[in-house]
């Protein structure tokens, strides 16, 4: 499987320009759909059976911009307040789409131990996704705290208890989790959300990173980070700047002081396990009731592909729901 999976593009960019001109290209474009196609695999009803189950999409309008977002919204097909997980797709912030066949298998599995699962797609800041726009930061931020307000004050009629949100996300989508709870914070909002989960978050912005000895020993494994890609296609005005609510990587003590109780979930061969370690500790010199696990003998985001490796895919999708239900 490791073997056919697609390669991104690897060149040296300047601007996100020259980003966004590769993307609509006609390699740009063969090159996401043999990404979205060979992701689509992952999805499949022995692995994640539909039985039991409500897939619904919503329209969500996004504030300040006043665009529209997507809500997939997947829970156990019956009458119960539940506790819910809003999952933020991982991609860098750039690209693909919670209706991914791996997101859509993610959601199920997760539903069908009783929680609603609310999957947010918002604007990538290069490659589009069931969102047709695509802008920089802090586009899809904005979009992914209008979608969780919008779920929150409409809790009842999901069937949500709103007293247990959890946010969750891996990689990208581990960035826009903790990058939500900390806009969250700034308007004074937390009361919003029950707890973070966070996946393999993606925080640093430009590797090698010499502080986070993972980022040299494992890159090449299943991703290469090398390169400061990433920072220029998300916005790197917003790098330079040392903004934590793009890269929270940058984030103080004081920042994330008063955050709800915490997971940080990591993978040992990947090249962002150890930023996503040192994220960890940050939350616990700052007092957050935070908990750090290392899934042992697994790349970048194994759970997010269940057909590979299904029973770390249960593990972890049995620790995040138990986590949303407390």
């Not at 590769?22 to 992952?42: H, I, N």
Request: glycine share 10%; net charge negative.
């Amino acid at each position: 499987m490791l073997g056919r999976w697609p390669q991104g593009p690897k060149s040296s960019v300047t601007t996100r320009e020259e980003m966004l001109a590769e993307a609509v290209s006609p390699t740009g474009v063969a090159a996401l759909k043999a990404e979205t196609e060979f992701m689509d695999q992952f999805n499949n009803e022995q692995v994640a059976p539909s039985t039991g189950l409500s897939v619904t999409t919503r329209e969500v309008v996004s504030s300040p911009d006043g665009n529209v977002i997507k809500l997939q919204i997947i829970r156990p097909d019956n009458a119960e307040r539940l506790a819910c997980i809003y999952y933020i797709h991982g991609g860098g912030m750039t690209s693909l789409s919670c209706y991914i066949g791996n997101f859509v298998a993610w959601g199920k599995i997760l539903a069908a131990k009783g929680v609603v699962v609310v999957m947010v797609e918002f604007r990538n800041a290069v490659s589009a996704s069931a969102v047709p726009e695509v802008a920089p930061f802090p586009a899809g931020l904005n979009d992914c705290v209008s979608g969780l307000k919008w779920v929150h004050a409409h809790a009842e009629e999901l069937g949500i208890d709103a007293t247990k949100i959890v946010i969750s996300g891996e990689s990208g989508g581990g960035n826009l989790s903790i990058a939500t709870i900390l806009s969250l914070k700034r308007e004074g909002n937390l009361h919003l959300v029950s707890g973070l989960y966070a996946l393999c978050p993606f925080l640093t912005g430009k590797w090698p990173d010499a502080r986070y000895p993972s980022s040299l020993e494992s890159n090449g494994i299943l991703i290469d980070l090398y390169g400061d890609r990433c920072a220029i296609g998300y916005g790197i005005e917003a790098y330079d700047r040392g903004d934590p609510l793009a890269w929270p990587g940058f984030a103080t003590i004081e920042d994330v002081t008063g955050f709800p109780k915490a997971v940080v979930s990591v993978n040992e061969c990947d090249p962002l396990r150890d930023e996503g370690i040192a994220f960890y500790r940050l939350l616990l010199a700052a007092g957050v009731a935070a908990r750090g696990r290392v899934v042992l003998g697994t790349m970048h985001a194994t759970e997010l592909h269940p057909t590979l490796c299904p029973e770390i895919t249960q593990v972890t999708a049995s620790d995040l729901v138990a986590f949303a239900k407390e």
